[in-house]
């Protein structure tokens, strides 16, 4: 087996194209939000919004595990000094520099696009520090440098976690990421709805909502390190388990989620309820879909390491030039799925281009 895991590689490029197609569809969803950067009202598809919906609960798991997986590895290889000069150059000086001179840029597309009178110098120096204050896809840097310094603190206080054995998880492991998700989403929750957005002091804008599972999984990456998981010989979720897991996690959550069943409940009940279809899918998803990667995609092939070597850049890149070419296209008479797919296929390829020619030569995102 190659020392390098290609699965893990393969399934982080996948999920920020799929974060692309996902934050498009949320321009053609009905009950968008109303702060959407761009909303195309002409023909809103309710399948867009189950889609939305569906994605939403496990995209960012997912990076959150793989960059706890790496995140250990690096910090094992290379100490704490080095480990944080390499991380001021890939992600928080990024983070910084996109939060700042950026994400207002795409925060004021939502004005821009509903023609409002202000100008962005304006909106930049009043508006954006307000209520409409954000980091866009930024807020993910943020966050994972708070996780980190987290990482680094405990590994400081117990040393031992750098030491790598090979061990398979037990069943305890799952139930208490999943007894962490469910009961931090109920507790949650019942103080706001659970897509609520706060930032504190400008610096980490987060859901808070969602802050504990994101701690939990991202540790469960650092926890699968060290216990050589998908390593020769090591643990690899059962596929076809968690497989069947994501399916029916899946569809009772997206059941749940717009009251089919269960709709007789107070609201205590449901939110109880939601979080219990929430936390279970929100696993399921993770260790699926790394299952899936290792067993079927644990290699590379020149189109995959380019795939892999842009996925930053990517991530990075998307939102500014998505919401322009989906503004681009209000108005345009076109099928609102033929519109989709054609403003998914101009970012992703735009994307691609930009941080291959480009983006990839610059430091931090080599």
Known sequence: MNSRIY?????????????????????????????????????PQFSATVFVCWADIFIMPVMFF?????????????????????????????????????????????????????TFCEFYTTLFWGVFYQQAQYWYLGALTALYGLLVWVSDLFPKILTRT???????????????????????STHMPPDTWKFFAYILVLQPVRVPTYIA?????????????????????????????????????????FGFVFAQLGTTEKIWLNAICQATFTVSSVFFLTSLF????????????????????????????????AWSFLGVTLGVYVKYFVVCALTLGLCFLLSFAVIIQLPGFR
């Open 7 to 43: 699965a893990l590689d393969n399934l982080k490029w996948f999920i920020i194209w799929l974060m692309v197609v996902f934050h498009a569809a949320m321009c053609y969803m009905a009950y968008a939000p109303e702060w959407w950067y761009v909303v195309d009202a002409a023909d």
């Open 166 to 188: 090979k061990q398979s998880p037990t069943l305890k492991f799952f139930a208490a990421i999943f007894f962490t998700a469910a009961v931090t989403i109920g507790l949650i």
């Open 66 to 118: 793989v960059s706890g997986y790496f995140g250990l590895m690096s910090l094992a290889r290379h100490g704490v000094k080095k480990f944080w000069r390499g991380k001021l150059v890939r992600i928080i000086l990024p983070w910084i520099f996109g939060a700042m001179f950026i994400a207002p840029l795409v925060t004021y597309i939502i004005l821009a696009s509903r023609h409002a009178p202000i």
């Open 294 to 325: 290792f067993k079927k995609l644990n290699f590379t092939s020149p189109p995959l390491k380019n795939l892999s070597a842009t996925s930053y850049a990517v991530y990075y890149l998307h939102m500014p030039i998505l919401f322009f070419v």
């Open 217 to 257: 999984i991202f540790f469960a990456g650092a926890f699968a390190w060290r216990q050589k998981w998908f390593t020769d010989g090591g643990y690899v979720p059962a596929l076809r388990s968690w497989g069947a897991a994501f399916v029916i996690f899946g569809a009772v959550y997206i059941l749940q989620r």
